[in-house]
């Protein structure tokens, strides 16, 4: 089974900073099925990424993700107030897979 | 827009079996290629997977799960359900319903439930 690591555990910043967010699978996985979520307290993620690389529908364009075979990142551009928040990366093999996932909070 | 809302009890003994329906709103849920997901969080920790099933019926399970697992669906009430047997402390957690969107070239949960809080506790 796939295994997803995310780094670092907690990333703390200052609004207006870049975030990069880093998510390792224990063996290649296809780009099409690895996505990022926001997950603030009490509320229900949100997709922000799918596809690796592309922002799902309303998503500002300061997120962005990339990667390919065993390495994905995620980055926020400049950090806003409202995106202090836990991510998650999943990806799919013959399930669904979430890492488990960074924190990003303010510094 | 689409809605998603989990019903059920909130406290389940153990041994006994948990039961969540899901009720989708501003869309037929048999309408498009979807999949339809039960995804849980236990208190402080990440997203586990527990399965999915098509609007045709096709359930599959995570495989750490799926001995314990039903996932079924309603069109005529526009529902789906969960039902997760013999059940431990360790099944404390948030459980969502979400839409697996994505068709078959991407995979990936892009509508979600608030969530419901089920305690396991005697």
């Known amino acids: 089974e796939i295994v997803l690591t995310q780094s670092p555990g907690t990333l703390s910043l200052s609004p207006g900073e870049r975030a990069t967010l880093s998510c390792r699978a224990s063996q290649s996985v296809s780009s099409s099925y690895v996505a990022w979520y926001q997950q603030k307290p009490g509320q229900a993620p949100r997709l922000l990424i799918y596809g690796a690389s592309n922002r799902a529908t309303g998503i500002p364009d300061r997120f962005s993700g990339s990667g390919s075979g065993t390495d994905f990142t995620f980055t926020i551009s400049r950090l806003e107030p409202e995106d202090f928040a836990v991510y998650y990366c999943?990806?799919?093999?013959?399930?669904?897979?979430f890492g488990p996932g960074t924190k990003v909070d303010i510094k | 827009q689409l809605l998603l809302q989990e019903s059920g009890p909130g406290l389940v003994e153990p041994s006994e079996t948990l039961s969540l329906a899901c009720t989708v709103s501003?869309?037929?849920?048999?309408?498009?290629?979807?999949?339809w997901a039960w995804i849980r969080q236990p208190p402080g920790k990440g997203l586990e997977w527990i399965g999915s099933i098509s609007n045709g019926g096709s359930a599959y399970y995570n495989p750490s799960l799926k001995s314990r697992v039903t996932i079924s669906v309603d069109t005529s009430k526009n529902q789906f359900s969960l039902k997760l047997s013999s059940v431990t402390a360790a099944d404390t957690a948030v459980y969502y319903c979400a839409r697996r969107g994505g068709g078959s070239s991407y995979y990936y949960v892009d509508v979600w439930g608030k969530g419901t809080t089920v305690t396991v506790s005697s």
């Open positions: 999943q990806q799919y093999g013959s399930s669904f897979i």
């Open positions: 501003g869309g037929s849920i048999s309408s498009g290629s979807y999949y």
